[in-house]
C-alpha cells in the first residue's frame, strides 16, 4: 500500500514537472531581441517609405499648380523641384521630378529634418486615376535615417467611400540608422488617404491607412514577416511621427507570432505586444 501511494504521488510531481516544464518554453516577446528589433525595423521602415510617399504626393500637387502658372516650384518648402527639359507644362508625360532638400538638412514643418533627394518618374498627376510614379531616393535622410529602395505607387481610383486609394510596392528598401545599424524591407501594401484631400497645398491634415504585407531582415540579422490586420489597418498622420493606431502580426523565423497594437489613434510611441494571451507594454522608438 505505502508503495502504491509513493508511486502515485511520484506520478503526479512527474505530471506537475513536464507541466512546468511546458509553461517554461513559452516566451515573452522580451526573452529574444528579435521580436522586438522587427517591430520597431518595420516601424521606422514604415514612417520612412511613407514619408517618400509624401514627397512624391505634394509635389506632385505642387508642380501642377506651378505648371499651370498658380505658382513657383522655386516656393517648394525647403527644397528645390526640378522637371526634366522640355517637361515644364501640363501636357508632357512622362514627366522626371527631383526633389532636392540639399546637403546640409532642413527642419520642415513637421519638425522632420530631411536632406539628399527624392528623385521619381510619372506617368500623370499623382492624384489622376491609373497615374504611376516610380520613386529613387538619391542619399536621402529623414532625421538622421538614410532611406534606400524602389518604391511604385499606383493609382487606384476612388474606393466606395470617395477615397483615393494607391498600391504601393517597396523592394529592396535598405534603412541605415543613425548608430550605422541597418534593416532591409519590402512591402506589398494598400494606402487610403482618409482625409485632408479637400486641402491638396496643407499636408499637415493629412491622415492615412494602410493594409498589406511587409518583410525584411532586422538589425539583429533575423527574417521577419508582417500582416496587417485588415479590420485594424495602420493609421498614419503627415504630422504625427509614430503609427498612431491599427494591428499587425509579426513573425521571426520560427518563433511564435506576436500580435502588435498601436492603441486607438493618440499620436505616441506606446503599443503593446501580445503572445499566449499575454499582453506587454512597449516604447516604439
Known amino acids: 500500500m505505502k508503495i502504491s501511494n509513493l508511486l502515485f504521488l511520484f506520478v503526479i510531481l512527474a505530471l506537475v514537472s513536464c507541466k512546468k516544464a511546458d509553461e517554461a518554453v513559452k516566451p515573452d516577446p522580451f526573452s529574444s531581441s528579435d521580436n522586438v528589433s522587427a517591430a ?15 514627397q512624391v504626393d505634394y509635389s506632385s500637387t505642387y508642380m501642377k499648380d506651378s505648371c499651370g502658372g498658380k505658382k513657383s516650384l522655386n516656393t517648394y518648402p525647403c527644397a528645390t523641384v526640378t522637371l526634366g527639359a522640355g517637361e515644364f507644362n501640363l501636357t508632357t508625360w512622362p514627366k522626371h521630378v527631383t526633389v532636392d532638400f540639399g546637403t546640409s538638412g532642413c527642419v520642415g514643418g513637421d519638425g522632420r529634418t530631411r536632406k539628399g533627394k527624392v528623385i521619381y518618374t510619372a506617368s500623370n498627376w499623382m492624384h489622376e486615376s491609373g ?20 518604391k511604385t505607387i499606383t493609382n487606384q481610383g ?8 494607391y498600391h504601393v510596392v517597396v523592394t529592396n528598401g535598405l534603412i541605415t540608422h543613425p548608430n550605422g545599424e541597418h534593416h532591409t524591407w519590402e512591402s506589398n501594401r494598400v494606402t487610403e488617404w482618409i482625409s485632408g484631400n479637400a486641402t491638396l497645398l496643407n ?10 504585407t511587409a518583410s525584411g531582415i532586422t538589425r539583429t540579422n533575423s527574417n521577419y514577416t508582417i500582416t496587417i490586420d485588415n479590420a485594424n489597418p495602420l493609421i498614419t498622420e503627415w504630422i504625427c511621427r509614430y503609427i498612431e493606431q491599427g494591428k499587425l ?19 505616441d510611441a506606446n503599443a503593446s505586444f501580445t503572445i499566449y494571451g499575454q499582453t506587454y507594454p512597449v516604447v516604439m522608438p
Open 203 to 212: 499636408p499637415l491634415d493629412d491622415k492615412f491607412s494602410t493594409t498589406g
Open 40 to 54: 520597431t525595423d518595420n516601424s521606422i521602415a514604415n514612417l520612412m517609405f511613407e514619408e517618400v510617399y509624401k
Open 158 to 165: 476612388l474606393n466606395s467611400s470617395q477615397h483615393l486609394t
Open 131 to 150: 497615374s504611376i510614379c516610380t520613386v529613387t531616393p538619391d542619399n536621402f535622410y529623414v532625421d538622421g535615417y538614410k532611406i534606400e529602395g524602389l
Open 249 to 267: 502580426t509579426i513573425v521571426v523565423g520560427t518563433q511564435p507570432s506576436v500580435l502588435v497594437d498601436y492603441g486607438t489613434g493618440a499620436c
